[in-house]
């Protein structure tokens, strides 16, 4: 579904990625892991159209994506959580979500059937619906994060350390919903330094380290190799 | 005494929504590009100028002066647009505020050239009677302007608040990047929001040049001079603010031409932009910090 071929991304002089491939099939969940400035979050930003590729293809659908502005990224079908939730703070919950489902141009009662179903994977949503987003706790502001996302209904969602920061039984609770949404068919594409969580419930993962790939494989073929383990994942190794 | 201070008031207010209009212009296009446009004021004068030529040609009725000097309006917007900031890249804060006034200086001469410096007529449609609003006198225009105040604002609010465009402009005021992952185009709504601030220009322009009663080259550095105390005073990017700190210019000017004479009326507005910068920069409703 999504394919990275060779990317390249500079921020000024310097290049964050360095010619990186990642393949993302049809209803996968596939995890990238890795230290901080390891090109994780440039890689998301490049692909939704906020950073320029310098060289290389971004394939979706067998279309090349690489460069197009991040309106026409997210009409075709790809969604962004991004690192630290670009909530609409002064928004109330319910516009939030409405923006979330800005691309779409089916009727308002489709919309309102959308919003009753992310607010049926996200309860406090519904309860929370005329309150400022910015009034919102952590874990409610990365769940309304995800909600605005699917109101897009996106083909591929992509995820940027969605637990980031949270308090252990919300992030159990969001791994749960990104798990179920990839079983209701949703491609997903999960950025995380949190590997232990990540391993869990990706397919497969790639380890990114100062702007290229250092391994790809499944989670078990990733422990097979401690080293790597060790230096890149922390956390994931002390079982 | 109180009866024409309460008369004052009533004009200050009606007036002041001329000054809130200028002062939303501003504002909108600030909130929503985090950008001055100095051209505002050339576009509002240029608007007006325009809006006479029906007149000349064939005595148009005064809705349809309005209309010209409106559509005119947008299209300079949409020069300005595309001058000053579409193809200067995010991070260059200072090329468009200097590139809009080389705008504003351009638009200035070429209305200059076109016509001469001294200004033009302009025939106010509503009459030169006083109406009587119960016990107090006031002028017709003004109370025209109080009702296209009301009238444009409504709309504003409704377009921002009720519609999915409004939203989108919202979204980006607020935080761009977070708008552009939504699939809102930024250009698009940039583009929006110069038509949106230039009709509201066309509509100035006309109440701008009615009350003054002629269409002069000067009336680009009276409103920049009113829109940006007003900005200043209501709270920089608040267009709650735009609102009452118009509306509180207006009043207080009303009140120093009574009290001190006409001649000290511009000097106040920049007392209170002083003051205002002193005590409370952040305005009368701005937010705290951003």
């Not at chain 2, 050239?113 to 030169?128: C, I, Q, R």
């Not at chain 2, 829109?227 to 267009?239: I, Q």
Request: charged fraction near 15%.
């Amino acid at each position: 579904m999504l394919s990275l071929e060779a990317l390249e991304t500079r921020y000024g002089g310097v290049v964050a990625l360095k010619g990186i491939a990642i393949e993302v099939g049809t209803g996968e969940i596939v995890g990238v892991l890795g230290p901080n400035g390891a090109g994780k979050t440039t890689t998301l930003l490049t692909v939704i159209g906020l950073l320029k590729p310098a060289a290389g293809h971004i394939r979706f659908l067998d279309r090349d994506i690489a460069g197009l502005a991040p309106d026409r990224v997210v009409a075709a079908g790809i969604g962004l959580v991004p690192e630290g939730r670009w909530i609409l703070a002064s928004m109330s919950v319910r516009e939030n979500l409405l923006m979330g489902a800005y691309p779409r141009r089916d009727g308002e009662a489709a919309i309102a059937r959308e919003m009753d179903r992310v607010c049926e994977i996200f309860p406090v949503l519904r309860e929370r619906r005329q309150q400022r987003a910015g009034t919102l706790s952590g874990g409610e502001q990365q769940m309304l994060a995800i909600a605005r996302a699917l109101m897009a209904r996106p083909k591929l969602l992509m995820l940027d350390e969605p637990t980031w920061g949270l308090a252990p039984l919300v992030v159990e609770e969001i791994m749960r919903v990104i798990k179920q949404l990839n079983e209701a068919g949703t491609t997903i594409l999960l950025v995380e330094q949190n590997a232990r969580q990540a391993l869990g419930v990706v397919q497969r993962c790639y380890v990114l380290e100062v702007g290229h790939v250092s391994f790809s494989g499944t989670p078990a073929e990733l422990k097979q190799h401690p080293a790597l383990t060790r230096a890149y994942l922390g956390a994931a190794t002390a079982r | 005494m109180f009866f024409d201070a309460a008369e004052q008031f009533i004009n200050g207010v009606m007036y002041g929504s001329l000054y809130a209009l200028i002062g939303g212009g501003f504002t909108i296009l600030f909130g929503v590009m985090r950008r001055f446009n100095m051209a505002y004021g050339a576009t509002i004068m240029a608007a007006a100028y325009v809006s006479l030529v029906p007149l000349y040609l064939f005595r148009a009725p005064f809705w349809l002066m309005v209309l010209t000097g409106l559509a005119a309006a947008i299209l300079i917007g949409l020069l300005v647009e595309f001058c000053c900031f579409r193809f200067i890249k995010k991070g260059h804060e200072l090329a468009p505020l200097v590139a809009t006034i080389g705008m504003l200086i351009a638009i200035t001469e070429a209305i200059v050239h076109a016509t001469d410096a001294a200004g033009l007529k302009y025939p106010s449609p509503f009459g030169d009677e006083s109406l009587e609003l119960g016990r107090f006198l006031v002028r017709p225009d003004y109370l025209a302007v109080l009702v296209a105040g009301v009238l444009c604002f409504t709309l504003i609010f409704l377009l921002l608040y009720k519609t999915r465009l409004g939203r989108a402009m919202r979204a980006v005021a607020e935080r761009p990047e977070a708008a552009q992952i939504l699939g809102v185009s930024v250009q698009r709504v940039n583009v929006l929001t110069f038509v949106l601030t230039s009709a509201l220009a066309g509509v100035i322009g006309f109440f701008a040049a009615v009350s003054v009663g002629s269409a002069r080259p000067d009336i680009a550095a009276f409103v920049t001079g009113k829109g940006l105390v007003v900005m200043v005073l209501g709270g920089l990017g608040s267009l709650p603010g735009a609102i009452v700190g118009g509306l509180v210019l207006g009043v207080l000017e009303f009140q120093a031409t009574w009290f001190l004479g006409a001649s000290y009326r511009d000097i106040l507005a920049f007392l209170i932009l002083f003051v205002i910068l002193v005590f409370r920069p952040r305005g009368l409703l701005g937010a705290r910090t951003t």
